[in-house]
């Protein structure tokens, strides 16, 4: 009897520890789940910094290809500090660019984006410093296109050369295995052959060596300019999308507001509120 006073006591204390031991149990559950999202989280934010630092690119045909796939690619809303450093960028570069003559070809040309900058831009002061934009990137582009193509004329000639030096050698290297064989063979059909009969097999055989030998550098120097040339071809902008660089742009350099599109932001509270792109 005495025992079973303090029986729903002991039975209370049973049951809270339980809870408690539960609850322990979902907590260390709970910690490295939340330790990942928060890594999770950190990789996003770091990405999506990434993403929108142009701090390294300058706009030059070097850089225009790495210039032109971030800009295009780049997703709203940006940090203030990166969208400043942006628009620095675009307006330092288009300050120092001195526009062609006004040739047909370049009338043409800037007829041909009016309509496009005019459908999305009001202020016509802003509308001339936008086709003054493009006419930058068009030169930019076009200095680009001439010196990958240059590049890629050189490495060709390269490779042709290397493929050409390895036939050769191919062909010196046989020759002179066929030249060890035959004069071995004249050794040994000479009694007492002279003194260079018996010297030929060797110097042939090294020169075989030799050329044979030269071969897997061939190789290797081929294997490089394959990458280097697919480098170049895939680091070429064949074409500009003159509509998504007038978006952009305008958005950048503050031309043009979007209803519900958030340009800029000043914390990371928002890095996962992406809805221009």
Do not use: C
Request: charged share 30%; proline share 4%; aromatic share 12%.
């Amino acid at each position: 009897m005495g025992h079973g006073k303090f029986r729903p006591f002991s039975l209370s204390l049973a049951v809270f520890g339980k809870i408690n031991l539960s609850g322990v149990k979902n907590m260390a559950k709970s910690g490295p789940a939340s330790r990942k999202m928060d890594r999770r989280r950190r990789n996003r934010i770091r990405s999506w910094e990434t993403a929108q630092d142009f701090s390294a690119l300058d706009l030059t045909p070097d850089n225009f290809h790495a210039f032109y796939i971030k800009f295009t690619n780049l997703r709203f809303p940006m940090m203030v500090s990166h969208l400043l450093e942006l628009r620095y960028l675009i307006n330092h570069t288009v300050d120092k660019y001195k526009e062609p003559p006004l040739t047909p070809d370049y009338r043409q040309f800037r007829d041909s984006l009016q309509a496009a900058i005019d459908s999305f831009i009001d202020k016509r002061r802003h509308s001339e410093r936008m086709l003054r934009i493009l006419s930058m990137f068009r030169d930019v582009h076009y200095t680009h296109s001439i010196m990958s193509r240059d590049a890629e004329r050189r490495l060709r000639e390269t490779m042709e050369k290397n493929r050409a030096d390895r036939v050769r050698f191919v062909r010196y290297g046989l020759f002179f295995v066929f030249a060890g064989v035959s004069s071995g063979i004249v050794w040994l059909a000479q009694p007492e052959p002279m003194w260079w009969i018996k010297v030929l097999p060797a110097v042939y055989g090294y020169l075989a060596w030799f050329y044979f030998h030269k071969l897997p550098g061939l190789d290797r120097e081929h294997d490089k300019l394959t990458l280097e040339l697919n480098d170049v071809l895939r680091r070429r902008v064949e074409s500009l999308n003159w509509k998504t660089l007038i978006h952009k742009l305008a958005l950048v350099l503050g031309y043009k507001r979007l209803p519900g599109v958030e340009v800029f932001h000043i914390d990371h509270e928002h890095t996962d509120r992406s809805v221009y792109h």
